[in-house]
């Protein structure tokens, strides 16, 4: 399966490089690369109101772009912006399930943003952990009732620093399976 991770307004290369490497660690037969396009955050998703953006917008545009490149099974859109989808306050991130194309924010995984000291490694971890999710809904993985499965929902940090960054068997199963079905 080969992955493109396209940035989304201004993302620092060595956090997409870094993401790139720890995903082909938890998924078999993958293959990411960084998109040397990025695309603008779309100011169509801004909403005035709430001073967030619309994460489903942005998918939308992810997917867009995704369909007229044709060269990737997957595309992993990274913003650093705060994202909002229908219903919730908040959101990591969000994906199509199954689907082409997967969402991540960086806003709400920094630690500085819940007052606490910078660390990068806290903040890789918890990347890494939104990335492998929302690329599992795209594999058509749903929630997953284990609380250490890597597919449990998120409702805040708390529950992302939790769980592990791995899936659990059942969950593993099936996005394995639908990797190897993609040929
Ligand atoms: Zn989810
Ligand atoms: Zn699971």
């Known amino acids: 399966m080969k992955i493109g991770i396209l940035p989304v307004g ?20 993958i293959q990411c690369s960084i998109i040397k396009e990025s695309l603008h955050v779309p100011e169509s998703a801004f909403d005035r109101k709430r001073k ?3 994460s489903s917008t942005i998918l939308n545009e992810i997917r867009i772009f995704a369909s007229e490149q044709n060269r990737f099974h997957r595309v992993l859109g990274v913003v650093d912006a705060d994202i ?3 219903g919730l306050n908040y959101v990591f991130g969000e994906a199509y399930t199954p689907g082409q194309t997967a ?21 890789m971890l918890r990347l890494q952990k939104e990335a492998v ?8 993985v749903r929630h997953c009732p284990r609380s250490f499965c890597v ?3 998120s409702n805040s940090i708390f529950d992302t620093d939790k ?3 791995l899936l659990c068997d059942q969950c593993y199963l099936q996005a394995a399976l639908a990797i190897s079905n993609l040929g």
């Not at 995903?23 to 078999?28: A, H, T």
């Not at 999710?133 to 058509?140: A, C």
């Open 10 to 29: 201004q993302i620092a290369s060595n956090v997409l490089t870094e993401l790139g490497q720890g995903l082909v660690k938890i998924y078999p037969d």
């Open 151 to 153: 597919m449990h929902f």
């Open 163 to 165: 769980k592990q960054s």
């Open 52 to 54: 967030q953006y619309n």
């Open 133 to 140: 999710h929302e690329l599992g809904h795209t594999l058509g």
């Open 84 to 86: 909002f989808a229908s």
């Open 103 to 123: 969402l991540i924010s960086l806003w709400r995984l920094k630690p500085e943003f819940y007052k606490e000291n910078a660390s990068d490694s806290v903040f």
